[in-house]
């Protein structure tokens, strides 16, 4: 029951409005003990926009412990609007036991009056599926001024996070970290570390310096660029620059502590909003990766380790170096690297100075032999798998096998691609079609399968059969459409029976950019058990023909657990998963721009009937009028055993009659 005990509500614990960014004053940031009642974790959530570098910043950074007063993000030192949770930036991070169950109170007061959703990316709601925080596919918009609760039990357990699931508010800046601690005994890497602090949680994002929107109409009506010009560690970063008596100051970076002689565990996610894989290392340090997506792996030491936008990884970092101060690199690749985009974080030894470390900052990403491009490399960037390029899906699970590995039911074949058509959109075809502009202009559209992905009227999970004709596709009702011919776009969907296990080819064509899409499941974990690059392109026709040929190699047993996970240009990923969670399910492209113009589809598990109903006064929204509307409520008949009522001089008669037209008005 989603919304049980309502009344609970009216006693607040008030410490929700006083969390910190790591959580690590709420009183559900505790050891987990097996065995212990869970407890309810209750949050307050409002959203609003906000400036950097507001009043609240007083004189940062000249005055340094000014950047760190209550309401100051400080950012990178760019001013700039802001989409904000309780003005912080990161958000407030929820860190709780699994199990325990999740309240979150999410308030709207966007002042531009736009509809807000948030996702719990990594949880799978199983029997709480309303809760996924998905607008138009699980939910409708939270509309300004208005309040909607979440809540459900983290059932998943592992390094996650949230963050706005509706137009760009996650690229301006609402989201934030999410981690379901698990008993010591529970964990299969607890006796390779020592400390598990909520400090040493590590949210990146590339940043613009403008507010996203100007950068998205720029480049998609025009031809402004889609570049980003910044990285954030934690919020924080080194661009702008202020000058104070002859001197110059910048905002400060995130600084990592850390005791010689200890193992720490660090928990990284990455919320690249564009094109922007993110190599990170450590100087003088290995990195042991130990999990993904909040899934367990047999350990893998690595130099670096390459993130990609929604995914999450776990490491240990062995603090056995001198004592002193070393960069924590995050390097941007992809679009990031056309403007340098990078920034660093400081790991500082217990007894170090303040001081920033004495390596050089600068970027290296054409220096093969620099420290952080050299070594071992986990999870590569559009490179075939080799002796020091290991792709993730090399790696073994901790967790036993299950059903993915010994059947598939379904097989569905994905082909993404950006494509040169006219959507009208951004190309209407009587006045400014894509062939009749400059190159300079061309706006190419990421579809699926030759077909935009265009969310529908109502939310799928919620109201599916009120939809108008048409609205939803398949594959069955595109095949008498040429899509690569004509521009398709439709609430894109492919339907699984419940308990199917499905086997997911997701293929990255690659022939218009050497770019790279991570693909993230809502609902469930999948399987990879397969990733490779082929050539600068391929095809999807290439692709099956290989796999018809056996000529891909499937890693079957213990094959590593995600929810997200990269497909490289001109190549391939696979991945299973078994279909045992009923709804309405987005697969999409984790990067900003291209899930909001098309690179998307729903997985429908199970039918309308086996999914759970919606609680009681759940929201509904639709177009009006629609044509398939559910019909007004009837009422039963009123029996009047044959009576004859008459009004003359009878004021209770009147009366009667009164009600019975009121209550027939209101039915």
């Known amino acids: ?112 009056n736009e509809g807000i959703a948030i996702h719990w990316h990594g949880q799978h709601m199983k029997n709480q599926q309303h809760m996924d925080g998905t607008v138009m596919i699980t939910q ?113 970076r995130e600084v990592f502590s850390i005791e010689s002689g200890k193992r720490y565990r660090f928990r990284m996610m990455s919320n690249a909003i564009t094109f922007c894989p993110m190599q990170v290392s450590i100087d003088n340090h290995k990195l042991l990766v130990i999990a993904s997506d909040g899934s367990p792996f047999e350990p893998f030491e690595t130099d670096v380790l390459l993130v990609y936008g929604g995914e999450s990884y776990d490491f240990i970092l062995n603090a056995n170096q001198a004592v002193g101060n070393y960069w924590f690199r995050v390097k941007g690749l992809g679009d990031c690297s056309n403007k340098r985009a990078e920034d660093l974080g400081i790991v500082r030894y217990v007894g170090a100075s303040n001081d920033d470390p004495t390596a050089p900052e600068q970027y290296n990403a054409d220096d093969p032999n620099a420290p952080e491009n050299s070594g071992v490399i986990l999870n590569p960037f559009n490179t075939k798998a080799s002796e020091t390029e290991i792709p993730i899906s090399y790696l073994n699970s901790t967790e036993p096998n299950d059903v993915t590995s010994e059947r598939v039911d379904k097989k569905i074949y994905l082909a993404m691609e950006f494509n040169k058509i006219d959507n009208y959109h951004f190309h209407d075809p ?69 308990g199917q296990v499905v086997e997911l080819i997701i293929v990255d064509e690659g022939v218009t950019w050497n770019s790279n899409h991570p693909m993230h499941l809502h609902g469930h974990s999948f399987r990879v058990v397969a990733i490779d690059k082929l050539d600068v392109s391929t095809s999807v026709e290439e692709v099956k023909a290989l796999d018809e040929a056996g000529q891909i190699n499937r890693k079957l047993d213990r094959a590593v657990k995600k929810d997200t996970v990269t497909v490289p240009d001109g190549g391939f990923s696979v991945v299973r998963f078994h279909a045992n969670n009923p709804g309405f399910w987005f697969l999409h492209c984790h990067l900003e721009f291209h899930m909001e113009i098309g690179m998307s589809v729903v997985i429908k598990v199970g039918t309308e009937d086996e999914m759970p109903s919606a609680p009681e006064g759940f929201p509904r929204c639709n177009s009006w009028p629609h044509t398939n509307a559910p019909p007004p409520p009837t009422c039963p008949p009123i029996v009047t055993s044959g009576a004859t009522y008459t009004t003359t001089g009878n004021t209770n008669a009147v009366i009667v009659l009164s009600i019975l037209l009121m209550v027939t008005n209101f039915c």
């Open 1 to 112: 029951m989603y919304f049980a005990n309502l009344a609970s509500w009216t006693v607040f614990l008030l410490v929700v409005f006083l969390v910190g960014s790591h959580g690590s004053d709420h009183p559900c940031m505790r050891e987990c003990v097996k065995g212990a009642a869970p407890m309810t974790c209750e949050y307050n959530f409002k959203a609003e926009w906000y400036y950097s570098m507001s009043k609240a910043c007083y004189d940062c950074p000249i005055n340094k412990a000014d950047c760190g007063r209550p309401h100051c993000i400080a950012l990178n030192g760019v001013e700039r609007p802001i989409a904000v949770i309780n003005r912080m930036l990161p958000g407030p991070s929820i860190e709780v036991c699994h199990g325990d169950r999740v309240i979150v109170k999410v308030t709207n007061r966007l002042e531009n």
């Open 140 to 252: 409708c918009p939270i509309t300004y001024g208005s309040t909607f609760v979440y809540d459900f039990h983290a059932d998943t357990y592992g390094t996650h996070w949230w963050h706005a699931h509706s137009g760009l508010q996650r690229a301006d800046g609402i989201f934030g970290t999410m981690v379901i601690r698990q008993p010591a005994v529970d964990d299969p890497h607890s006796g390779l570390y020592d400390e598990d602090l909520p400090e040493h949680t590590v949210l990146m994002s590339d940043w613009l310096d403008e507010i996203t929107m100007q950068k998205f109409a720029a480049h998609h009506h025009d031809n402004g660029d889609n570049k980003p010009e910044a990285m954030l560690i934690n919020g924080k970063g080194k661009r702008a620059k202020f000058e104070d008596d002859g001197n110059e100051y910048f905002t400060p």
């Open 430 to 498: 009587d006045y400014y079609p894509i062939r009749s502009t400059m190159v300079d202009h061309h706006l190419y559209t990421t579809q699926i399968n030759d077909v935009a992905f265009l969310h529908a009227s109502a939310p799928l999970l919620t109201q599916s059969r009120e939809l108008s004709p048409g609205e939803i596709c398949t594959p069955e009702t595109l095949a008498t459409r040429n899509c690569t011919a004509e521009y398709c776009e439709c609430t894109h969907v492919h339907e699984v029976e419940l």
